[in-house]
């Protein structure tokens, strides 16, 4: 595989939606309902992955602040999709560095429409997810 193929396939790997924690143990919130990091049936964004990415692309701004500094990075959000579909608990886990990259990955998954909740025992359940949403000056 030539260097340029590989470099892009990486980099579609690493965009693709990552579950961080490996554990099927529940969130404890005290007060609120019980958050799972896996489930039976894993909660689906309608039109899946590839749909998912474009939303992204879509609906980023790139800050003008971060354009003319030059900055890029990674920005992982950490959600919650509820049992009824809805984006909750949207929080950063690990900023790029540039609070102006931070704010608008923020921005873009709070306003994602409602994804297709995850299932358990045959019953919908909350389900934390982690996603990378990458800035890049071409």
Request: overall charge positive.
């Amino acid at each position: 595989m030539k260097p340029t193929l590989f470099l892009s396939a990486l980099t579609l790997a690493m965009m693709c939606v990552v579950q961080v924690h490996a554990t099927t143990d529940p969130v404890n919130t005290e007060g609120e309902e019980k958050t799972l990091l896996q489930a039976e049936v894993m909660p689906k964004y309608n039109g899946g992955m590839e749909a998912l990415f474009a939303y992204i692309s879509q609906n980023v701004n790139y800050p003008e602040d971060a354009k003319k500094a030059g900055k890029e990075g990674r920005v992982l959000c950490s959600f919650i999709v509820s049992k009824t579909g809805k984006v909750t608990n949207v929080r950063i886990v690990r900023s790029c560095g540039t609070k102006s990259l931070d704010d608008e990955a923020l921005r873009v998954v709070k306003q994602m429409p409602d994804w297709t909740p995850g299932r358990d025992n045959g019953k919908p359940v909350n389900v934390q997810y982690t996603l990378p949403v990458t800035f890049r000056l071409k």
